[in-house]
């Protein structure tokens, strides 16, 4: 295995890891009918980039299209890897034993507006319990390294005051509350901050526009 693969999940039915290793901006926004991640797993057959808006839009895939605009997705099929961008963002994923995973990317907007919920909400439609859903939190901004200042920080002590530290807000701890809120007993947290882990992009600390990218697939 690659020293540029964090894998959070690795299992014979699912796979959920970030890679590090390059610049995955170029992918935003396309459907790849290949492997892109053939030197870590050999069994993707599609590669799916989400046009990220930061809202809490979640969709289901679709094989039939070729463009999303959205900053989550949820499939049963196997062998489709779902994909997020993120250099501080939160990328969430959701697994199910049954055979589904969501692959979401909760930055503040996204985070504020709770697209977690709008996931779950869409998986128990499927009859997917949420008590019974496995959520992962890739590599992302921690606390200490996330200052918030002007209306933001008026929009956070309004609504999230339990979650600041002086004008620092928590953002992982707003997701797991809310995935507690929901019902989700499990919750993996990957510990990485990006901001201090030099091996992830990171917009706070670099100011460009790198991405390195989480992705989540079912294995066939």
């Not at 499927?126 to 933001?152: D, H, M, R, T």
């Not at 990957?190 to 989480?214: H, L, M, P, Q």
Request: contains cysteine; glycine residues 4%.
């Amino acid at each position: 295995m690659s020293k540029n693969a964090l894998y959070l999940l690795d299992s014979k039915d699912c796979a959920i890891f970030s890679l590090y290793d390059k610049d995955f901006m170029s992918c935003a926004a396309k459907v790849f009918n290949e492997n892109l991640f053939k030197d870590y797993e050999k069994d993707i057959k599609t590669c799916v980039f989400m046009k990220q808006i930061h809202s809490n839009k979640v969709l289901s895939y679709d094989e039939g299209l070729s463009f999303y605009e959205c900053d989550g997705l949820i499939t049963d099929k196997k062998s489709v890897a779902l994909c997020v961008l993120s250099a501080d963002c939160l990328p969430l994923v959701l697994w199910h034993k049954s055979g589904f995973i969501a692959n979401l990317h909760s930055g503040r907007l996204g985070t504020f507006s709770n697209i977690l919920r709008e996931a779950v909400f869409l998986l128990q439609e499927k009859q997917i319990p949420a008590k019974e859903l496995n959520l992962f939190i890739a590599p992302s901004i921690c606390a200490k390294n996330y200052e918030l200042g002007g209306e933001v920080l008026d929009y956070a002590k309004r609504y999230f005051k339990d979650f600041l530290y002086e004008n620092k807000l928590d953002l992982k701890a707003i997701v797991k509350d809310q995935a507690q809120k929901l019902g989700i007993e499990n919750i993996i947290d990957s510990g990485i901050c990006t901001f201090d882990d030099e091996r992830f992009f990171s917009y706070r600390r670099d100011k460009d526009k790198k991405r390195f990218v989480t992705i989540a697939y079912l294995r066939a």
